[in-house]
């Protein structure tokens, strides 16, 4: 099966900062690759779908990129309300995996 | 509105069973696969079982496979999950989700709120 690593698995910065979380899969799965956002005591959240595309409704200071292998999700200016931790998941094939998670606080 | 509204979590001793169900409305359900993703208290998400919209497809972490079972029942719009021997490794929030696509292979764009397994003597 195809694993997911996700990194750092925890970060800390200031509002306003430039922020980037890497996801690799140990196998090409083009671009199957979903992020998602769960704040503290809430439901994970999808907020980029086909590694780069915005879900409805999401700021525009989160983007994602990459395929194959290696991913990225970005926070163009980390705003309060983005306290949360971050999860990618390939989709190409099941087992749907995720990575282990990135906790963003400020 | 999609909606999904999971229920059937509770206490459990080691080696018990339980069967959660995950009611749906709000989508053309029988169109879309289904699955079952847990959280253990203070972990990140995994992935446990897939069922196709037809229900004839299914799939299962090696974690699961053997002990759990995924199915659906479209005339009532219901998912299910039917867990048997269950250990303390199976504590964790069950979520229901849906995907953006028909396909088992989706990001999950709707999930329901959760419900608590706890496997404790």
């Known amino acids: 099966d195809i694993q997911m690593t996700q990194s750092p698995s925890s970060l800390s910065a200031f509002v306003g900062d430039r922020v980037t979380i890497t996801c690799r899969a140990s196998q090409g799965i083009r671009n199957y690759l979903a992020w998602y956002q769960q704040k503290p005591g809430k439901v994970p959240k999808l907020l980029i779908f086909?590694?780069?595309t915005l879900q409805s409704g999401v700021p525009s200071r989160f983007s994602g990129s990459g395929s194959g292998t290696d991913f990225t999700l970005t926070i163009s200016s980390l705003q309060p309300e983005d306290v949360a931790t971050y999860f990618c998941?390939?989709?190409?094939?099941?087992?749907?995996?995720f990575g282990g998670g990135t906790k963003v606080e400020i | 509105e999609v909606q999904l509204v999971e229920s059937g979590g509770g206490l459990t001793q080691p080696g018990g069973s339980l069967r959660l169900s995950c009611a749906a409305s709000?989508?053309?359900?029988?169109?879309?696969?289904l699955n079952w993703v847990r959280q253990a208290p203070e972990k990140g998400l995994e992935w446990v079982s897939a069922?196709?919209?037809?229900?004839?497809?299914?799939f299962y972490a090696d974690s699961v496979k053997g002990r759990f079972t995924i199915s659906r029942d479209n005339s009532k719009n219901t998912l299910y999950l039917q867990m048997n021997s269950l250990g303390a490794e199976d504590t964790a929030v069950y979520y229901c989700?849906?995907?953006?696509?028909?396909?088992?292979?989706?990001?999950?764009?709707?999930w329901g709120q959760g419900t608590l397994v706890t496997v404790s003597s």
């Open positions: 989700a849906k995907g953006r696509s028909s396909g088992s292979e989706a990001a999950l764009n709707y």
């Open positions: 998941q390939k989709y190409n094939s099941v087992p749907l995996s």
């Open positions: 069922i196709s919209g037809s229900g004839g497809g299914t």
């Open positions: 086909a590694a780069s």
């Open positions: 709000g989508f053309n359900y029988s169109n879309y696969a």
